[in-house]
């Protein structure tokens, strides 16, 4: 009996470069699918040389940190390529981005230091802006809420609802107006399970039913980084 044919070895990366990306504009309604095509079509019209993982079916070593949810607009995603040759890593951000799709933007690139891509993403800035809603009732959602040592919501997932708590993560909420628009700017650990900007506005309605989002909101991720003394630091 023939042996079982075994699967090409491939080379380990020789570079590593660690890149943050933005979502902009229209952007923000692409998944995560959507983006990791972008990036691999991206990658190829730039004929970047790419590293490939082992096995039967080899991948290019991409690696991506936190991905924001469909709908967020960010600037602060961030992803690590593995290349099979040394390059400029100024010149694989220039290639990338005149062959990326509008609204998917590279804005840094570096070689990645040791470890993982999700290493030292501890937190997020988010910025929500809430037009048509009530900022005086906002801000008393607001005060309520930072009463409260826990808030209990639930969320729906793919194994049916999912009760969390949505308090003990939120490591700073502060509301405001900007040209007459109510405003949010929340910084949020990265805890388990992960609590999202559209999980505080539901509590936020909770405890004040007054506060109620007419309009959809828009919701930014600002900074991704370390979180020191309540402030999120940028990982590089």
């Known amino acids: 009996m023939a042996s079982q044919q ?12 660690r890149i943050r990306y933005a979502k902009r504009g229209r952007a923000r309604f692409a998944s995560h699918r959507d983006v990791v095509r972008a990036f691999e079509r991206a990658l190829r019209r730039a004929h970047v040389p790419m590293a490939y993982s082992s096995g039967f ?3 290019p070593r991409i690696s991506y940190a936190n991905s924001s949810p469909t709908g967020a607009a960010t600037e602060a995603e961030y992803l690590e390529i593995g290349l099979a ?12 981005n005149e062959a990326m799709p509008d609204g998917l933007v590279l804005v840094e690139i570096r070689d990645a230091v040791a470890g993982k891509v ?12 809430l037009p048509g809603a009530d900022g005086r009732a906002m801000a008393d959602a607001v005060r309520l809420f930072l009463d409260r040592d826990e808030l209990v919501t639930e969320r729906m997932t793919k194994n049916g609802p999912r009760s969390f708590d949505a308090r003990a993560d939120v490591k700073g909420i502060s ?18 399970p992960l609590v999202r900007p559209d999980d505080v506005l539901r509590v936020l309605h909770e405890l004040h039913p007054d506060f109620a989002i007419a309009d ?10 370390r979180l020191e003394l309540g402030r999120v630091i940028a990982p590089w």
Request: charge should be negative; include cysteine; proline fraction near 10%.
């Open 6 to 17: 075994q699967p090409e070895q491939q080379a380990p990366p020789v570079q590593r470069l």
């Open 57 to 59: 079916n080899p991948h």
């Open 118 to 129: 999700s290493d030292g993403l501890e937190a997020s800035v988010w910025r929500v802006e």
């Open 216 to 225: 959809p909101a828009r919701i930014t991720r600002l900074i991704q980084g």
């Open 85 to 96: 040759e040394t390059c400029d890593p100024d010149k694989v951000l220039t290639a990338l």
């Open 175 to 192: 509301a405001y107006a900007t040209g007459g628009v109510p405003m949010l700017d929340l910084v949020i650990a990265h805890g388990e």
